[in-house]
């Protein structure tokens, strides 16, 4: 069983950085693909950004592509997501997610393990 706990969330404003880090428990997570999520209030879960395995590849979504960057560091165990030149509409409660089967993929029935997930809330 694998664990997910991110950290680094809160209020910004618009044109701010934030970092988000997703803390992973598991001796095998060099091998997972990692990704992270997003929902809004009263909006489903949507994909953000991925990253393989390697950590050579990675997947975003065109609302974020420029301007999010997601890494991972396996020595600690734990993935990042960078986001910069935030906007209001990036509001939203951010999800970690793993998988330790399979390529990179946007879609949450992909992802087996989700952490508890963080807010992000960026101010106009």
């Known amino acids: 069983q694998v664990q997910l706990v991110e950290s680094g969330g809160g209020l910004v404003q618009a044109g701010g950085s934030l970092r988000l880090s997703c803390a992973a428990s598991?001796?095998?997570?060099?091998?997972?693909?990692m990704a992270w999520f997003r929902q809004a209030p009263g909006k489903e879960r949507e994909f953000v950004a991925a990253?393989?395995?390697?950590?050579?590849?990675?997947l975003y979504a065109d609302a974020v592509k420029g301007r999010f960057a997601i890494s991972r560091d396996d020595i600690m165990n734990t993935v990042y997501l960078r986001m910069n030149n935030l906007k209001p509409e990036d509001t939203a409660v951010y999800y970690c997610?793993?998988?330790?089967?399979?390529?990179?993929?946007?879609?949450?029935?992909?992802?087996?393990?989700w952490g508890q997930g963080i807010q992000v809330t960026v101010s106009s």
């Open positions: 997610a793993g998988t330790q089967y399979g390529a990179l993929g946007s879609t949450v029935d992909r992802y087996d393990y």
């Open positions: 598991g001796r095998t997570f060099s091998s997972y693909t």
């Open positions: 990253i393989s395995g390697s950590g050579i590849r990675a």
